[in-house]
């Protein structure tokens, strides 16, 4: 279920390798055996997955797309591609935020 | 290269996108994860054919749909149409290698090696007709700036005791010239 006030990073041990020139990434989840594709918007996700809460990668996504502010059909693809990433064990929430070193300003301070 | 500039770059793919797409994630399925290269399937010729050709080329991965789409519409005619001429052709069907996906093959067999001119010249004369038309399709499909390979296999039986030469490009393919990769 998903929480915008939940603290959302990629599970341990995951293998994210990128295919930009085919336009989507891979990913392999070692725990459980499974190799999956991603699309642009759902590895942004992935990627805006770095401790940062549900409502911030909302915030982050929308400004991706050039929105003020995350509408609701922002919102509702967000809460699903979430969910589903963290179905899918590629993502999981953590107990609190964590910052990463390199995290731009801009983005810490929404 | 650090992490801000690969979330940049992913922006930049998200942002390049002609349409806005959901997020979607997909299980890779397993006869994909490899990266070695299935053979493609025999042409689907008999055993009657003495000059199989074969077109190698790459299809560019954005006009995928719209070329399987072509071929799923066209085959059916494209085929009928050359074994109708009844002079020794056959469109042999075009097959795409898995797991790349891009590289396609097409594949021709002709009964002798006149039968190969004789399906030039006819096509030459029939520039109108809908054979003529879907052959062009075919061809301008074709992503050949850098791509097009011909390959010419003879029945082996058929070369004892003579040499055979080979020409340097299919003569059927001459026809069209300058038009591959041009949408019709």
Known sequence: ?110 | MNRSSDLNRIKRLVKNGATHEQPKVDLLLGELRSDYGLPSPPPTTGIGDAVVIVWEYDICLGDFDAFHGFLLKTEPTLAADVQDLDIGASYGGTFAQLPQGNPHRTYWAYSSVKAVDKFKDALAKQKKSELYKNFSRLVAFIDCCCTLRMHRYYRASLLANHIATQRAADPILDLFAGKANKKI
């Open chain 1, 1 to 110: 279920m998903y929480s915008p006030s939940g603290f959302y990073r990629k599970t341990s041990a995951l293998k994210v390798r990128p295919v930009p020139e085919m336009g989507f990434c891979l990913v392999f989840t070692p725990a459980k055996p499974r190799l999956f594709t991603l699309n642009p918007t759902a590895w942004l996700v992935l990627e805006l997955c770095d401790g940062r809460s549900g409502r911030a990668v909302e915030r982050s996504y929308a400004d991706t797309l050039d929105l003020e502010r995350p509408d609701a059909a922002v919102r509702a693809e967000v809460r699903g591609i979430l969910e589903d990433l963290e179905r899918k064990e590629i993502v999981e929430r953590c107990g609190k935020p964590l910052v990463q070193r390199g995290t731009p300003r801009t983005e810490m301070k929404k």
